[in-house]
């Protein structure tokens, strides 16, 4: 499955291991996810990530490694066309602009409503314990 995944959720990966934003970060590591990225959304990740106490048990190097290793393991897109201002938030619309440049079908958020817009653009947004249960329906077919 592809899929964007908003900064939040890779906020909450690295927070606790013990919700489904960590577990699909487990499924990246085993193949079955693929996250897809646009280069500003790549900069989002890191300037969000990177900020003096967002995540104080990690170190910047640590947090640095765990981007490239995120960065390495998704498809890489070029956005050609701007959506912005579409969402009420500009750093929302990079999250949707790579979903658009990806193709992909979901992108994975905790702000459903702040992408109630998404399904205008053939987006749909998800929870990263929707994005699991969509996994695992999959999966028994």
């Not at 193709?103 to 314990?129: C, M, R, W, Y």
Request: with cysteine.
């Amino acid at each position: 499955m592809r899929v964007v995944i908003d900064t939040n959720v890779l906020y909450a990966s690295l927070r606790s291991r013990s919700g489904a934003a960590f577990a699909i970060l487990s499924l990246i590591r085993g193949g079955v996810v693929k996250p897809a990225v646009t280069a500003p959304l790549a900069f989002e990740y890191e300037d969000v990530l990177q900020r003096q106490g967002a995540l104080p048990h990690f170190t910047a190097d640590e947090v640095s490694a765990f981007l490239d290793w995120f960065v390495y393991r998704a498809s890489h897109h070029r956005v050609h066309f701007l959506w912005r201002p579409f969402l009420s938030d500009p750093k929302d619309d990079l999250v949707l602009e790579a979903a658009g440049a990806a193709q992909t079908e979901h992108l994975v958020t905790f702000n459903l409503k702040d992408f109630a817009k998404a399904p205008h653009v053939g987006v749909s947004a998800i929870t990263p314990a929707r994005c699991l249960e969509l996994i695992r329906k999959n999966k028994n077919r």
